[in-house]
């Protein structure tokens, strides 16, 4: 009798290891969601190269068959190839994009699957339900923009003079400013009840101020000071030059310390957007609300 209430005691604690045994289960459970859809992994090899064919080709059109019209984007940019600066803005825009649609939007889809309330009551650290929905998207982003690298080399010619360590420098530092804003996003999601508006918005400011397709320096002054207080401005511009140029770790510093500093912020907001929603959660009974 006794071992058995020490068995029963145990199992009704939240522990370290629990959080960790639930962290795997979630991580397990996407992949396997993520593997059952073949047209899902399809899409990362085909995406990268739909969605910056427009903005490619207008710029091509836009710059003369021989590149004649390229000399003012040279000296805006400082860079000379044009197609390899589309695909940074665009696969970084894509990638924003995709966390807001799939972790910020995690914890929605448990409830519309009806197994968030019974999971919300499990003994268990509950953040580990929407940090393991990131661990997949996390590992297929790094594999698409892997395969979108080796596409437009291959496809395009592009030349990518920079360093590959930088490049992964980069996307290293921009994790916790990246998802912290999934996080946040999702919290707000599983109150709201709704994320398409929210994802639109997101992403439409990202598009407009961030420059993933022009250089900043041709939107007006407003627009400019919108943007440098955005992480994504930021995070475009160091991969653009850990890529494309040569300048080496001088030519992401300053932007690196801005995207670190831009991710302990968002981090600790989405983490406390979390605790908010937890709390509001236990006192109305919101997750179990369609």
Not at 14 to 20: D, E, H
Not at 110 to 133: D, I, K, M
Not at 234 to 259: N, Q, V
Request: net charge positive.
């Amino acid at each position: 009798m006794r071992s058995e209430m020490i068995v029963s005691s145990s199992l009704g604690r939240s522990t370290p290891w629990n959080g960790l045994r639930a962290l795997g289960a979630v991580i397990r459970r996407e992949w396997t969601i993520f593997l059952r859809y073949p047209s899902w992994i399809v899409s990362l090899f085909v995406w990268p190269i739909i969605f910056p064919m427009g903005y490619i080709l207008t710029a091509r059109a836009l710059s003369g068959v021989d590149g004649s019209g390229l000399a003012q984007f040279q000296a805006t940019t400082g860079l000379t190839e044009y197609v390899g600066y589309l695909a940074v803005g665009t696969m970084i825009w894509m990638w924003q994009n995709m966390v807001l649609w799939n972790v910020g939007y995690a914890l929605r889809n448990e409830q519309l699957r009806g197994t968030l309330e019974s999971n919300w009551l499990s003994p268990t650290w509950r953040f580990a339900y929407l940090l393991g929905s990131s661990v997949p998207q996390l590992v297929s982003m790094l594999t698409m923009l892997f395969i979108s690298g080796l596409e437009y080399a291959l496809i395009f010619g592009v030349h990518f003079s920079g360093s590959l360590g930088l490049v992964l420098l980069v996307i290293l530092a921009s994790i916790p400013a990246v998802y912290g804003l999934g996080f946040a996003f999702a919290s707000v999601v599983i109150t709201a009840k709704e994320s398409n508006a929210f994802v639109f918005l997101v992403r439409g400011i990202v598009m407009l101020f961030c420059g993933i397709t022009y250089p900043l320096a041709i939107l007006p002054e407003w627009m400019q000071a919108v943007s440098k207080w955005l992480p994504q401005t930021y995070i475009i511009h160091a991969m653009r030059s850990a890529a494309l140029s040569t300048e080496g770790f001088g030519g992401i510093a300053h932007d690196l310390e801005l995207i670190l500093l831009f991710g302990a912020f968002w981090l600790a907001a989405g983490f406390a957007l979390f605790n908010r929603m937890e709390r509001r959660a236990r006192q109305t009974g919101a997750i179990g609300q369609y």
